[in-house]
Protein backbone atom coordinates (compact mmCIF):
# COMPACT_ATOMS: atom_id res chain seq x y z
CA UNK A 1 0.00 0.00 0.00
CA UNK A 2 1.26 3.80 -0.37
CA UNK A 3 1.25 5.97 1.32
CA UNK A 4 -1.71 8.55 1.24
CA UNK A 5 -0.89 12.11 0.39
CA UNK A 6 -0.01 14.62 2.55
CA UNK A 7 -2.80 16.88 1.83
CA UNK A 8 -5.15 14.05 2.98
CA UNK A 9 -3.56 12.94 6.46
CA UNK A 10 -6.07 13.92 9.04
CA UNK A 11 -4.26 16.45 11.49
CA UNK A 12 -5.42 16.89 15.34
CA UNK A 13 -5.66 20.21 16.48
CA UNK A 14 -5.16 21.23 20.01
CA UNK A 15 -8.92 22.55 21.70
CA UNK A 16 -7.80 26.44 21.24
CA UNK A 17 -11.58 27.42 21.94
CA UNK A 18 -12.79 25.24 24.94
CA UNK A 19 -11.66 27.81 27.71
CA UNK A 20 -9.97 25.68 29.47
CA UNK A 21 -5.92 25.84 28.94
CA UNK A 22 -5.29 29.68 29.65
CA UNK A 23 -7.18 29.94 32.88
CA UNK A 24 -5.43 26.59 33.78
CA UNK A 25 -2.35 27.91 32.47
CA UNK A 26 -2.44 31.24 34.35
CA UNK A 27 -4.13 30.03 37.04
CA UNK A 28 -1.43 27.48 38.21
CA UNK A 29 1.55 30.14 36.97
CA UNK A 30 -0.69 32.73 39.07
CA UNK A 31 -0.98 30.72 42.05
CA UNK A 32 2.46 29.66 42.43
CA UNK A 33 3.78 33.24 41.81
CA UNK A 34 1.66 34.75 44.23
CA UNK A 35 2.09 32.56 46.71
CA UNK A 36 6.16 32.02 46.63
CA UNK A 37 6.36 35.72 46.90
CA UNK A 38 4.33 36.17 49.31
CA UNK A 39 5.69 33.54 51.89
CA UNK A 40 8.71 35.70 50.74
CA UNK A 41 7.65 38.87 51.86
CA UNK A 42 6.49 38.03 54.67
CA UNK A 43 9.33 35.25 55.53
CA UNK A 44 11.55 38.52 54.62
CA UNK A 45 10.21 40.07 58.23
CA UNK A 46 11.61 37.17 59.96
CA UNK A 47 8.08 36.12 61.76
CA UNK A 48 7.27 32.81 62.41
CA UNK A 49 6.57 29.63 60.46
CA UNK A 50 3.62 29.58 61.66
CA UNK A 51 2.43 33.12 60.54
CA UNK A 52 3.84 32.22 57.08
CA UNK A 53 2.07 28.79 56.82
CA UNK A 54 -1.32 30.83 57.73
CA UNK A 55 -0.83 33.68 54.94
CA UNK A 56 0.49 31.22 52.40
CA UNK A 57 -2.89 29.29 52.97
CA UNK A 58 -4.50 32.63 53.23
CA UNK A 59 -3.39 33.36 49.74
CA UNK A 60 -4.57 30.29 48.66
CA UNK A 61 -8.32 30.61 49.35
CA UNK A 62 -8.44 34.09 48.46
CA UNK A 63 -6.46 33.98 45.24
CA UNK A 64 -8.04 30.80 44.23
CA UNK A 65 -12.00 32.01 44.58
CA UNK A 66 -10.65 35.56 43.62
CA UNK A 67 -9.34 33.38 40.24
CA UNK A 68 -12.54 31.32 39.70
CA UNK A 69 -15.40 34.49 40.15
CA UNK A 70 -12.74 36.65 38.04
CA UNK A 71 -12.67 33.91 35.06
CA UNK A 72 -16.20 32.98 35.07
CA UNK A 73 -17.29 37.13 34.81
CA UNK A 74 -14.58 37.59 32.44
CA UNK A 75 -15.73 35.07 29.84
CA UNK A 76 -19.76 35.54 30.26
CA UNK A 77 -19.38 39.00 29.98
CA UNK A 78 -17.16 38.48 26.57
CA UNK A 79 -19.64 35.58 25.16
CA UNK A 80 -22.58 38.26 25.91
CA UNK A 81 -20.56 40.60 24.42
CA UNK A 82 -20.16 38.31 20.86
CA UNK A 83 -23.89 37.05 21.42
CA UNK A 84 -24.63 41.06 20.86
CA UNK A 85 -22.54 41.63 17.86
CA UNK A 86 -23.91 38.23 16.35
CA UNK A 87 -27.39 39.63 17.01
CA UNK A 88 -26.42 43.14 15.54
CA UNK A 89 -24.96 41.33 12.52
CA UNK A 90 -28.13 39.25 12.15
CA UNK A 91 -30.24 42.20 11.74
CA UNK A 92 -28.21 44.23 9.33
CA UNK A 93 -28.25 40.58 7.13
CA UNK A 94 -32.23 40.55 7.55
CA UNK A 95 -31.95 44.46 6.74
CA UNK A 96 -30.00 44.68 3.87
CA UNK A 97 -28.79 41.18 2.44
CA UNK A 98 -27.69 43.01 -0.62
CA UNK A 99 -25.37 45.39 0.49
CA UNK A 100 -24.01 42.42 2.94
CA UNK A 101 -23.61 40.03 0.23
CA UNK A 102 -21.14 42.62 -1.71
CA UNK A 103 -19.45 43.83 1.50
CA UNK A 104 -18.32 39.51 2.18
CA UNK A 105 -17.41 40.02 -1.43
CA UNK A 106 -14.88 42.53 -0.85
CA UNK A 107 -13.05 40.93 1.36
CA UNK A 108 -12.43 37.99 -0.44
CA UNK A 109 -11.50 40.33 -3.05
CA UNK A 110 -9.17 42.27 -1.03
CA UNK A 111 -8.02 38.61 0.08
CA UNK A 112 -7.03 37.91 -3.82
CA UNK A 113 -10.19 36.24 -5.51
CA UNK A 114 -11.55 37.80 -8.87
CA UNK A 115 -14.55 40.22 -8.53
CA UNK A 116 -16.92 37.80 -10.08
CA UNK A 117 -15.96 34.69 -8.43
CA UNK A 118 -16.04 36.47 -4.44
CA UNK A 119 -19.33 38.26 -5.83
CA UNK A 120 -20.64 34.41 -7.05
CA UNK A 121 -19.87 32.82 -3.89
CA UNK A 122 -21.38 35.52 -1.68
CA UNK A 123 -24.73 35.17 -3.66
CA UNK A 124 -24.39 31.89 -2.65
CA UNK A 125 -23.48 31.66 0.35
CA UNK A 126 -26.49 34.50 1.18
CA UNK A 127 -29.11 31.61 -0.03
CA UNK A 128 -28.82 29.98 3.73
CA UNK A 129 -29.17 32.69 6.35
CA UNK A 130 -27.41 30.84 8.90
CA UNK A 131 -24.60 30.02 7.50
CA UNK A 132 -23.68 33.68 6.03
CA UNK A 133 -24.02 34.83 9.71
CA UNK A 134 -21.26 32.26 10.41
CA UNK A 135 -19.42 33.76 7.96
CA UNK A 136 -19.95 37.46 8.13
CA UNK A 137 -19.07 36.91 12.03
CA UNK A 138 -15.70 35.28 11.00
CA UNK A 139 -14.71 37.63 8.53
CA UNK A 140 -16.18 40.81 10.36
CA UNK A 141 -15.62 40.13 13.75
CA UNK A 142 -12.78 37.61 14.21
CA UNK A 143 -15.32 35.05 16.56
CA UNK A 144 -17.31 31.30 15.42
CA UNK A 145 -20.74 32.23 16.78
CA UNK A 146 -21.00 28.33 17.74
CA UNK A 147 -17.42 28.40 19.26
CA UNK A 148 -17.75 30.06 22.08
CA UNK A 149 -15.55 29.24 25.60
CA UNK A 150 -17.11 27.95 28.90
CA UNK A 151 -17.10 30.18 31.62
CA UNK A 152 -17.41 27.81 33.63
CA UNK A 153 -14.48 25.58 32.23
CA UNK A 154 -12.76 28.66 32.62
CA UNK A 155 -13.70 29.26 36.12
CA UNK A 156 -13.21 25.58 37.25
CA UNK A 157 -9.79 25.24 36.06
CA UNK A 158 -8.75 28.34 37.15
CA UNK A 159 -9.97 27.75 40.47
CA UNK A 160 -8.06 24.59 40.51
CA UNK A 161 -5.33 24.89 38.94
CA UNK A 162 -4.55 28.57 41.40
CA UNK A 163 -5.13 26.12 44.45
CA UNK A 164 -2.33 23.44 43.06
CA UNK A 165 0.25 26.13 42.06
CA UNK A 166 -0.11 28.18 45.34
CA UNK A 167 -0.22 24.68 47.26
CA UNK A 168 3.13 24.24 46.09
CA UNK A 169 5.63 26.53 48.09
CA UNK A 170 3.25 25.32 51.02
CA UNK A 171 4.29 21.77 51.11
CA UNK A 172 7.47 21.83 53.21
CA UNK A 173 5.35 23.93 56.29
CA UNK A 174 2.50 21.39 55.62
CA UNK A 175 4.99 18.74 56.40
CA UNK A 176 6.54 20.02 59.24
CA UNK A 177 9.96 21.83 57.78
CA UNK A 178 10.15 25.37 58.86
CA UNK A 179 12.79 26.54 56.53
CA UNK A 180 11.71 29.50 54.21
CA UNK A 181 14.53 28.64 52.00
CA UNK A 182 13.35 25.08 51.04
CA UNK A 183 9.76 26.74 50.72
CA UNK A 184 11.03 28.91 48.06
CA UNK A 185 13.45 26.20 46.54
CA UNK A 186 10.33 23.71 46.39
CA UNK A 187 7.99 26.51 44.73
CA UNK A 188 10.96 27.36 42.80
CA UNK A 189 11.06 24.03 41.22
CA UNK A 190 6.98 23.83 41.22
CA UNK A 191 7.62 26.97 38.21
CA UNK A 192 10.33 25.40 36.65
CA UNK A 193 7.68 22.09 36.10
CA UNK A 194 4.75 24.14 35.38
CA UNK A 195 6.54 25.63 32.47
CA UNK A 196 7.69 22.56 31.45
CA UNK A 197 4.29 21.46 31.12
CA UNK A 198 3.01 24.36 29.52
CA UNK A 199 5.63 23.77 26.74
CA UNK A 200 3.55 20.04 25.64
CA UNK A 201 0.91 23.04 24.30
CA UNK A 202 2.78 25.50 23.22
CA UNK A 203 5.49 23.96 21.28
CA UNK A 204 8.34 25.68 22.71
CA UNK A 205 11.52 23.70 24.05
CA UNK A 206 10.15 22.35 27.63
CA UNK A 207 13.54 23.64 29.21
CA UNK A 208 13.43 27.26 27.89
CA UNK A 209 9.20 27.25 29.12
CA UNK A 210 10.24 25.85 32.20
CA UNK A 211 13.48 28.40 32.84
CA UNK A 212 11.34 31.88 31.82
CA UNK A 213 8.84 30.86 34.60
CA UNK A 214 11.33 29.96 36.96
CA UNK A 215 13.28 33.47 36.12
CA UNK A 216 10.25 35.50 36.86
CA UNK A 217 9.03 34.06 39.48
CA UNK A 218 12.51 34.34 41.49
CA UNK A 219 12.50 38.11 40.68
CA UNK A 220 8.78 38.31 41.84
CA UNK A 221 9.85 36.63 45.46
CA UNK A 222 13.27 38.53 45.61
CA UNK A 223 11.69 41.88 45.18
CA UNK A 224 9.14 41.13 47.90
CA UNK A 225 11.49 39.17 50.32
CA UNK A 226 13.71 42.73 49.95
CA UNK A 227 10.38 44.64 50.89
CA UNK A 228 9.47 42.37 53.85
CA UNK A 229 12.83 42.51 55.35
CA UNK A 230 13.13 46.47 55.03
CA UNK A 231 9.74 47.06 57.10
CA UNK A 232 9.70 44.29 59.39
CA UNK A 233 11.65 43.04 62.19
CA UNK A 234 14.53 41.55 60.67
CA UNK A 235 15.66 39.73 58.10
CA UNK A 236 17.44 36.00 57.65
CA UNK A 237 16.11 33.17 55.23
CA UNK A 238 16.25 30.61 58.62
Known sequence: MTAPPAALIERHHADVS??????????????????????????GGAVRPGTILLTGVAGLVAGAVSMGLGEYTSVKSQNEQVAAEV???????????????????????????????????????HRRPEEALRFHAREELGVDPDERPS??????SSFICFSIGAAVPLVTYLLGFTSLLLALGTGG????????????FTGRRWWW?????????????????????????????G
Open 87 to 125: AKERLELELNPEAEAEELAQMWVARGLSEELARQVAEEL
Open 189 to 200: LGLFVAGAVTAR
Open 151 to 156: PWAAAV
Open 209 to 237: SGLRQLVLGAAAAAITYAIGAMIGIGGGL
Open 18 to 43: GGWLRPAVFGAMDGLVTNIALIAGVG
